[in-house]
């Protein structure tokens, strides 16, 4: 009996332990929101329209006071401004971010962005 109830409770600890969300990672989508937040502001950028180009942009929905609309190629053909990010990295405790701005469909500005993510201050490159 006390076999049983032993591997019962090893059982148990083993599939509470599976049933958590450890979710301290790194990349985490409010990490990412946080992120990109910053790039945002520090950037200065009034643009709102990002173009979807396969990197998931779930975090945009967690960014507070501004609305971000993804787009795709189609729709990009009809706005005069929107953003590309090439790059979207969090890797040992920097944030990289590559983006575009388009203008009057024309690229008009290519910029590679660093932080560090422990104080999200801007890293030289």
């Given at each position: 009996m006390k076999n049983?109830?032993?591997?019962?409770?090893?059982?148990?600890t083993v599939f509470i332990g599976f049933g958590q969300n450890f979710d301290s990672k790194p990349d985490s989508v409010e990490k990412?929101?946080?992120?990109?937040?910053h790039f945002y502001h520090h950037q200065n950028l009034e643009i709102?329209?990002?173009?979807?180009?396969?990197?998931?942009?779930?975090?945009?929905?967690?960014?507070?006071?501004?609305?971000?609309?993804?787009?795709?190629?189609?729709?990009?053909?009809?706005?005069?401004?929107y953003l590309i990010i090439n790059v979207f990295s969090m890797d040992n405790g920097i944030g990289r971010i590559d983006y575009t701005v388009v203008n009057s469909g024309k690229e008009?500005?290519?910029?590679?962005?660093k932080f560090s993510l422990k104080d999200y201050t801007f890293l030289k490159i």
């Open positions: 049983i109830l032993t591997t019962a409770l090893l059982f148990a990412k929101a946080e992120l990109f937040n709102t329209n990002v173009l979807d180009n396969g990197i998931d942009f779930d975090f945009l929905q967690h960014i507070k006071y501004t609305n971000f609309t993804t787009i795709n190629k189609s729709e990009a053909r009809q706005l005069d401004t008009t500005l290519n910029k590679s962005v």
